[in-house]
């Protein structure tokens, strides 16, 4: 089975949490965009409004017709769907490999579920083999790498890459995060630092991987 094939199991199982009448969150990825063409495809009667965590899903959303809405009018999600680019079994994520990481955590935080999905590859045992997605102030970029620097990581800059919001992003490779609480909490107090793409302390609630041999849930 292909890797899109897998992503695609995985969203299709990910339709199952969504019920008629809901307000939902929508990340962004290829994972993603199989869940927001299925849900377009099999439930689109049945969601009330959406809330986009990238401009790319929201062109997406309106071109299949759903409403998206500023999470400021909404106020409060029951569900959140997204990838990620690692998980290990505690539901701690890599993400922010589309550079999306900083409306994709507001939403999850405002969010009462927290389903991921991905193919089975982004399960591993210690986060970091995928580099860690920074997005920082622009003119604080040297002074965060720096201080990266210090804590062990090697950052590189995402060049010719401006987030939604205006920001760059540093990847901080040869990591073995063995403490992702801890180092999202030191990331996140950098000054300059506006979000730092671990999820652990607001990790997952299921993990939905799709694999050769079908697919398999996770649950925090
Ligand atoms: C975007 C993300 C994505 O969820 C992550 O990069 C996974 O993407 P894909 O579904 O294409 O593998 O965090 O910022």
Redesign the pocket.
């Known amino acids: 089975m292909s890797p899109d094939e897998k ?1 695609k199991q995985a969203a299709q199982a990910a339709l199952e949490y969504v019920l008629p009448g809901s307000i939902i969150g929508v ?6 965009n199989f869940f927001i063409d299925l849900l377009a495809e099999k439930m689109s009667g049945d969601i009330e409004t959406t809330v986009s965590s990238s401009e790319a899903s929201t062109q997406r959303l309106k071109k299949h017709g759903f409403r998206v809405e500023d999470l400021n009018a909404v106020g409060h999600l029951s569900i959140y769907v ?4 690692e998980s290990n079994s505690r539901l701690h994520l890599i ?7 900083t409306r ?1 955590k507001i939403i999850a935080e405002a969010s009462d579920q927290f389903i991921c999905i ?1 193919d089975d590859s982004k399960l591993v045992g210690t986060l970091g083999a995928f580099p860690l997605p920074v997005e920082v102030i622009p003119m604080a970029r040297i002074m965060v790498a720096e201080k990266l620097e210090k804590l062990g990581g090697s950052p590189r800059w995402r060049e010719n890459f401006i987030t939604d919001n205006g920001n760059h992003i540093l990847d901080v490779h040869e990591w073995s995060i063995d403490n992702p609480v801890e180092l999202e909490t030191q990331i996140n107090q950098m000054v300059g630092v506006v979000t730092v ?1 671990l999820f652990a302390h607001r990790p997952a609630d299921v993990l939905i991987l799709g694999g050769d041999q079908g697919i398999r849930t996770i649950t925090a």
């Open positions: 992503k990340g962004t990825g290829s994972t993603v997204d990838g990620a680019d993400k922010g490999g589309g550079g999306a990481l994709e991905a793409g």
